[in-house]
């Protein structure tokens, strides 16, 4: 359909010195003909070529197709007219040598953005056509000189071009295979415009229709000429016909990954090497964040397990309180503190600790109630539980094996932590409001095991030895020198009673109560009276816990529910009223010796409900400090009398060890930081010398018709790929690492799991490394789009 026309062409090339290498060209070309071209070497001719086929562009002149100037065309446009228009043959083939037959021919279809399917199809007809329909898996470097011309040809033809562009096909090719060259090239040569640069005059004089001789960057001679501007109204009828403005053309990223992952295959063992190093920051970078994130979560759990023994604690009563400085005056006198420690005089002071020690009574309010109850809703997150004693005696009985024994619980002194605060263990204690919290640091063990809820339901903790003293066996009525059980013999089990105040004690005539004698439990535990308890599930510490002390010690936790029910029914009890209106113990038949023995007594009974003490269990010290203004803020508003004082047992555990991790963690975080920076520039390189390496298939990819965009996309893909497979190795030696690191630690420290590498984590480091590496081939691939085709074609 084009009618090509060169109008005074000139081209000159400036490296040192100018050479003018076409000094004003014209020439004219019919739709279809075989055109030589023929003149010394060094006269232009492959310029004039590279010129017509838009590799190169022309100083001066117009070259118009079908009519129209190409004057106004932009890179993209000259790209298209390569793409749709031109078929390039090159004296030296410039097939990609880590692509198949097939797949060099395909490529140019692959940016004119054709289906897969009509890409092979096409391709491998075009092969068919040049007689290597058998050939398509090979590779170039298994075929002879005059089969990879033919690939070449077919290449050219495959986008089904109006021009076929020859710069000495047979240049490097033996007379024989010469000869089936040429032969192809004039049976293009029938419906296409084929011009051919050679050197061979007798091959231009038998095959081609049209000889023009070139000497110096003119035309010399042209043995069939067209007439200039002849016919100017048909030139203008076709114009903006055809394939002129075919649009864009553009490779897809998965022709570019396949590109680099087909090259990238070629050299596997530079690219693991590549890869390996690449991964290096990135296995920096996984470990430290493995080991602050495992570190942080065991500092956490501990925090939590270390408050789970050291709530904060308000008791109703008197406090004593260690006053931080010593009273005004003579810091001598009192505190013996002269202000500085550790003193190295020779000196010796004495002092009066009673004088650093306040009294003060705790009263605690219905207000004060109120204000803690709602301490979870002001300070969400930073309460692990809170719980509350009040000191309500459970009559509870047990029934393990032959005889009905009492289960001894502490009197109301008692704290819900019995083994806690020295004094024999009770094995009786009331589980938190918090299950969660619990099963955060207990196992359930044992098949069917499950945690308590209901008020009859109980559940039985057991150390890390699956173990309980023997004592405890002996509350429940097991005397004999059995030592070894099934967690099964008490799992599901009923053998204990609460039994309420009524049924318990007896009233006498005198108004007196007596408990129960040991010879009627048999009665009561058979009796409809109280709610028999069931163990529904055994409690043990997490093997893989921080500590090995935590909230709950041996023995049975109940449940608040549990709680509740008894101090309802004891609160309406017969032996409580009848207390409540008596000044003298109803049980003892004695007066009180004070004030507080009574309400001991009442509270035992139930009588007085209101909790004797308060629990605040933090998450962790930071919750802890925040809990602590909390209840400073309620003191801030009241009098010295009404204020509620509190006590912190683990004052002494500071926030240092978050401090040290932190600034452990950062240091480590730089250097992998320091490692991920030189593993990315050393992509960089690499990614450099590929496009170094790649550069004539850049001038191949160029010759076909890809875009600048094309091949900085070539070489991007080539950095995704390099950073994936960087970043996979990475991971994959992360946590190859990560776990002898945890047998390591969990040998030598006894700390299971240190080191936790998250899926997100990994995740996000596989990304970024190939974020990074295509940063860092950035720079290179933009180098590989400023390649001149012409010169990137030149270089071997
Ligand atoms: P031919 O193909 O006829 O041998 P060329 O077209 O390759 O000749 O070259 C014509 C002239 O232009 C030569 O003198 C050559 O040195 C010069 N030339 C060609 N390409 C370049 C280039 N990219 N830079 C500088 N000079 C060039
Ligand atoms: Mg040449």
């Given at each position: 359909m084009s009618k090509l026309r060169l109008t005074d062409i000139k081209k000159s090339y400036n490296s040192g010195e100018v050479v003018q290498a076409l000094k004003g060209v014209s020439l004219e070309f019919r739709e279809s003909e075989f055109v030589s071209i023929l003149g010394p070497s060094g006269c232009g001719k492959t310029t004039l070529l590279n010129i017509i086929g838009g590799l190169d562009r022309y100083d001066e002149g117009d070259l118009s197709l079908g009519g129209s100037s190409t004057k106004?065309?932009?890179?993209?446009?000259?790209?298209?007219?390569?793409?749709?228009?031109?078929?390039?043959?090159?004296?030296?083939?410039?097939?990609?040598?880590?692509?198949?037959?097939?797949?060099?021919?395909?490529?140019?279809?692959?940016?004119?953005?054709?289906?897969?399917?009509?890409?092979?199809e096409r391709a491998k007809q075009a092969l068919e056509s040049v007689g290597l329909g058998d050939k398509l898996k090979k590779r170039p470097n298994q075929l002879s000189g005059g089969q990879m011309q033919r690939v070449a040809i077919a290449r050219a033809l495959v986008n089904n071009p109006d021009i076929i562009l020859a710069d000495e096909p047979t240049g490097a090719l033996d007379s024989q295979t010469s000869l089936q060259v040429m032969d192809i090239l004039r049976e293009i040569s029938k419906t296409k415009l084929v011009i051919m640069v050679t050197h061979n005059g007798d091959l231009a004089e038998n095959y081609s229709s049209r000889i023009i001789h070139l000497r110096d960057g003119e035309v010399q001679s042209d043995s069939n000429p067209l007439m200039l501007n002849d016919k100017p109204g048909k030139a203008a009828a076709t114009q903006g016909s055809g394939k002129l403005s075919p649009g864009k053309t553009s490779m897809s990223l998965l022709t570019a990954m396949s590109l680099s992952f087909k090259n990238l295959l070629t050299k596997k063992g530079r690219t693991l090497i590549t890869s390996f190093a690449g991964s290096i920051g990135i296995i920096g970078v996984a470990l430290v964040l493995a080991l602050s994130n495992g570190l942080s979560n065991y500092i956490s759990d501990m925090q939590s397990e270390t408050l789970a023994g050291f709530p904060l604690t308000i008791s109703q009563g008197v406090q004593q309180i260690q006053t931080p400085q010593p009273p005004d005056g003579s810091p001598f006198a009192n505190s013996g503190s002269s202000g500085e420690e550790f003193p190295e005089g020779d000196v010796m002071y004495r002092y009066d600790s009673a004088a650093n020690v306040e009294q003060h009574v705790n009263v605690l309010t219905e207000d004060?109630?109120?204000?803690?109850?709602?301490?979870?809703?002001?300070?969400?997150?930073?309460?692990?539980?809170?719980?509350?004693?009040?000191?309500?005696?459970?009559?509870?009985?047990?029934?393990?094996?032959?005889?009905?024994?009492?289960?001894?619980?502490?009197?109301?002194?008692?704290?819900?932590r019995p083994s806690g605060f020295g004094g024999t263990p009770a094995y009786w204690q009331e589980l938190p409001d918090n299950d969660e919290f619990i099963l955060s640091m207990y196992d359930l063990i044992g098949e069917g095991s499950r945690y308590p809820s209901a008020a009859n339901e109980v559940a039985l903790v057991v150390d890390e030895y699956n173990r309980l003293d023997k004592a405890f066996y002996e509350k429940l009525g097991i005397f004999s020198d059995h030592a070894e059980w099934k967690l099964s013999d008490f799992i599901g089990k009923t053998m204990m009673k609460?039994?309420?105040?009524?049924?318990?004690?007896?009233?006498?005539?005198?108004?007196?109560?007596?408990?129960?004698?040991?010879?009627?439990?048999?009665?009561?535990?058979?009796?409809?009276?109280?709610?028999?308890?069931?163990?529904?599930?055994?409690?043990?510490i997490k093997e893989d816990g921080a500590t090995t002390s935590g909230y709950l010690s041996e023995g049975l936790a109940y449940t608040p529910a549990l709680t509740e029910y008894v101090v309802e029914q004891a609160q309406q009890s017969d032996i409580?009223?009848?207390?409540?209106?008596?000044?003298?113990?109803?049980?003892?038949?004695?007066?009180?010796?004070?004030?507080?023995?009574?309400?001991?007594?009442?509270?035992?009974?139930?009588?007085?409900?209101?909790?004797?003490?308060?629990?605040?269990?933090?998450?962790?010290?930071?919750?802890?400090?925040?809990?602590?203004?909390?209840?400073?803020?309620?003191?801030?508003?009241?009098?010295?009398?009404?204020?509620?004082?509190?006590?912190?047992?683990?004052?002494?555990?500071?926030?240092?060890?978050?401090?040290?991790?932190?600034?452990?963690?950062?240091?480590?975080?730089?250097?992998?930081?320091?490692?991920?920076?030189?593993?990315?520039?050393?992509?960089?390189?690499?990614?450099?010398?590929?496009?170094?390496?790649?550069?004539?298939?850049?001038?191949?990819?160029?010759?076909?018709?890809?875009?600048?965009?094309?091949?900085?996309?070539?070489?991007?893909a080539e950095t995704l790929i390099v950073g994936f497979v960087a970043g996979a190795i990475g991971i994959v030696i992360s946590y190859a690492l990560a776990s002898a690191i945890n047998v390591l630690i969990a040998n030598a420290l006894g700390i299971q799991g240190l080191a936790q590498l998250t899926a997100a984590h990994s995740a996000a480091l596989v990304l970024g490394s190939m974020f990074l590496t295509l940063i860092a081939g950035l720079i290179p691939a933009k180098a590989a789009t400023k390649k001149d085709p012409v010169i990137a074609l030149r270089t071997e």
């Open positions: 106004h065309f932009k890179d993209k446009d000259w790209d298209a007219y390569r793409n749709a228009s031109i078929g390039f043959v090159f004296q030296n083939y410039n097939l990609i040598s880590h692509q198949t037959i097939l797949q060099n021919v395909e490529i140019a279809l692959t940016l004119s953005g054709v289906s897969v399917a009509e890409r092979k004060y109630f109120r204000y803690i109850a709602d301490i979870q809703d002001a300070l969400p997150g930073a309460v692990n539980a809170v719980s509350y004693s009040n000191g309500v005696e459970m009559n509870l009985l047990a029934k393990a094996e032959d005889d009905v024994v009492k289960f001894e619980t502490s009197s109301g002194m008692a704290m819900d609460a039994v309420p105040n009524n049924s318990f004690y007896t009233e006498t005539e005198n108004g007196l109560f007596i408990p129960s004698a040991a010879d009627s439990y048999e009665v009561l535990f058979g009796s409809d009276e109280g709610i028999e308890l069931t163990i529904t599930g055994i409690l043990r409580a009223r009848a207390q409540m209106d008596s000044d003298r113990d109803v049980i003892l038949n004695a007066p009180f010796a004070n004030d507080e023995a009574k309400e001991l007594r009442l509270k035992s009974l139930g009588a007085d409900t209101t909790p004797s003490s308060i629990n605040i269990f933090p998450k962790d010290f930071a919750a802890k400090d925040k809990i602590k203004q909390y209840l400073d803020d309620y003191n801030d508003t009241r009098e010295e009398a009404d204020q509620v004082v509190y006590s912190d047992m683990s004052e002494m555990i500071g926030s240092v060890i978050q401090t040290v991790l932190d600034t452990v963690s950062y240091v480590l975080i730089g250097f992998a930081a320091i490692s991920l920076v030189v593993s990315t520039i050393m992509i960089g390189i690499i990614t450099y010398v590929s496009v170094l390496e790649r550069t004539k298939e850049i001038g191949i990819l160029r010759s076909i018709g890809a875009r600048k965009k094309d091949i900085s996309r070539v070489f991007n």
